[in-house]
């Protein structure tokens, strides 16, 4: 079992920044992928960025690339992802989850609670 706590969401202005944390605990934290994935209100979940177990391999959604970066350190069981130039179609309930694999579906073992980013003018 992974357990994976979200934090760092909040209410931005346009162009602003924010930095989500996932931290983990439980299993060893270097033996799984991480993702992160947000769902804004009526519509379905969908890939953000995913960081894989050594933190060396690294995919985006095509909307997100050249605005967010995510990374990890696994000395302290985290994830991060910046979130840079943020516009209101970032607002969501963003998700962190693991599982063995680096992928960008949303088939993730372990899933966190969301924390919610609203961006607003």
């Known amino acids: 079992q992974v357990q994976l706590v979200e934090s760092g969401g909040g209410l931005v202005q346009i162009g602003g920044s924010l930095r989500l944390s996932c931290a983990a605990s439980?299993?060893?934290?270097?033996?799984?992928?991480v993702g992160w994935f947000r769902q804004a209100p009526g519509k379905e979940r969908e890939f953000v960025a995913s960081i894989s177990r050594n933190g060396i391999t690294t995919y985006y959604a095509d909307s997100v690339k050249g605005r967010f970066a995510i990374s990890r350190v696994n000395a302290k069981n985290t994830v991060y992802l910046q979130m840079n130039s943020l516009k209101p179609e970032d607002t969501a309930v963003y998700y962190c989850?693991?599982?063995?694999?680096?992928?960008?579906?949303?088939?993730?073992?372990?899933w966190g609670q969301g924390t919610q980013v609203t961006v607003s003018s």
């Open positions: 439980g299993r060893t934290f270097s033996d799984y992928a």
């Open positions: 989850a693991a599982r063995p694999s680096v992928a960008t579906t949303n088939d993730y073992r372990y």
